[in-house]
């Protein structure tokens, strides 16, 4: 990719904005609060701040499915930025400081009113099994007014997570944030996120998908829901010709990005009995891709450059990356300017 003039961000990304809260617990601390192990639970408010006063000492991070691929981003060396909908409360300070504290700015003005900051609580097993609570806040809140113009259009690329784009709100902020990347002579990119946010909303999908984006990420079961075709190579087909570059992953198959009439199979990095928890393989796989891709190194490479990425965070527990990931694509790429 050639490098906009007067660009301030290589990424601007737009996502549902939590805090991660962490922490170790016994099991019968679930069984207390009606947890079943290992479930993923939606809250309210109530719920969580219930189920927070009672945690034991905890470890507090910005999170989110964008969230964790900006974390990605910059631990690569992009320069990134995150836009998002936090409350003017604890949580919300909390979510600031720490993108900033990663490297990515974090132009968001904090809601005086409303819904508090969204949390997920991670409750981690002795065994490492984790139990969430999620209370998702603010976040879904987030609507054409909270897309400042001047930081879409000082990004080469913007990212949008897919999660947030339930509410009706969150819709025309999609719409609002990439017809201003598009007028500055950017690039948008889309990440489906999830297989039942495509079932509810489709036909919106499928407008933005095709007017929009130009860079999607989608895994197999996102991309086959989109098209509601039962065959990856019929929906391959379809989103062809929806934009300019398709990112499709196949888990332990690989991936492969799809541009013009040109397919490019990316293999997976075997991790064997490494394999640990899956948990923001996507989020780091478009970070990874998403490096390449602004920092002028073909698809082939990008592509290579996200499969390790994503590769690194399925060895251990958590959704960002612990190794130097930098260095394991020099390494293994034979990159030596990278």
Known sequence: MTEAPHARYDLVGIGNALVDVVVDIEDSFLA???LPRGSMNLVDAEQSDALYDRLPPAIETSGGSCGNTMFGFSALGGRGAYLGKVRDDAFGKVFAHDMKAIGVDCPVTPAPTGPATGRCLVMVSPDAQRTMATYLGTAVDLGPDDVPEETIAASKLLYMEGYLFD???AKRAFVKAADIAHAAGRKVSLSLSDPFCVDRHREAFLTLVEDHIDILFANEEEITSLYQVGDFDAAMERVRGH???ACLTRS????????GEQVIEIDPVPVGD???DTTGAGDQYAAGFLYGYTHGFDLETAGKMASIAGAEVVCHYGARPRADVRSIIREKLHISEF
């Open 243 to 245: 934009c300019e570059i």
């Open 32 to 34: 207390a609060n009606d």
């Open 252 to 259: 332990a198959r690989g991936s492969l990005i799809l541009s």
């Open 167 to 169: 509410p009706e709100a």
């Open 274 to 276: 490494k394999l640990t």
